[in-house]
């Protein structure tokens, strides 16, 4: 239509349980630039994070507790270091046909994954269980390529199809 950049800044509901990490009403900020890489968006994230770290402490007395570092690394790296997998193998295992490899390495590692798990239950259980405990508190981490699975519209990485172009923030153990 012609609009390079637009932004919506508003309230959003989510339709899940209540908890200390999960609201059912929630402010989101969402924008969109043409022409712009992954990396611009990243970039975006961290100068919009240091902008209202500066703007609360114009406004507040009270010490906020806002990321002054910021690390970006991919999934694949984060498996590796945190759960001992190999991302890599377990997704060419999964695109070839066997979607449950790794339901499967997870349960020969004891793990307990429910009845019907899939690729994406064994995600996000390795996410919840060894990756986001061990982010560091003092930094913010971006956290970028996820598997083609989870590509949610996010485009195919152009230097490996197994993975997409998108990205998370985490900051004080929540994304």
């Not at 990490?21 to 989101?28: A, K, N, P, V």
């Not at 984060?78 to 490899?101: P, S, W």
């Not at 996410?127 to 982010?135: C, F, N, R």
Request: with cysteine; hydrophobic share 40%.
């Amino acid at each position: 239509q012609g609009f390079d950049k637009v932004f919506s800044l508003g309230k959003v509901f989510r339709d899940d349980i209540s908890s200390n990490h999960h609201l059912i009403e929630f402010t989101m900020l969402e924008w969109y630039r043409c022409h712009s890489s992954l990396s611009d968006l990243i970039d975006d994230c961290i100068s919009i994070t240091a902008e209202i770290a500066r703007a609360w402490q114009s406004v507040s007395d009270l010490d906020v507790n806002m990321p002054k570092k910021f690390l970006v690394i991919s999934v694949a790296e984060l498996f590796k270091q945190h759960a001992d997998l190999d991302l890599d193998h377990i997704l060419d295992r999964t695109n070839d046909g066997d979607e449950y490899f790794l339901v499967k390495l997870l349960k020969d590692r004891q793990d307990y994954l429910g009845q019907n798990a899939d690729f994406m239950d064994a995600f996000f259980h390795i996410m919840l269980k060894y990756i986001e405990p061990a982010l560091k508190l003092d930094h913010a981490t971006i956290i970028e390529r996820s598997p083609i699975q989870l590509a949610a519209l996010s485009a195919p990485c152009s230097d490996d199809d197994r993975y997409c172009d998108r990205f998370e923030m985490y900051f004080n153990g929540l994304e």
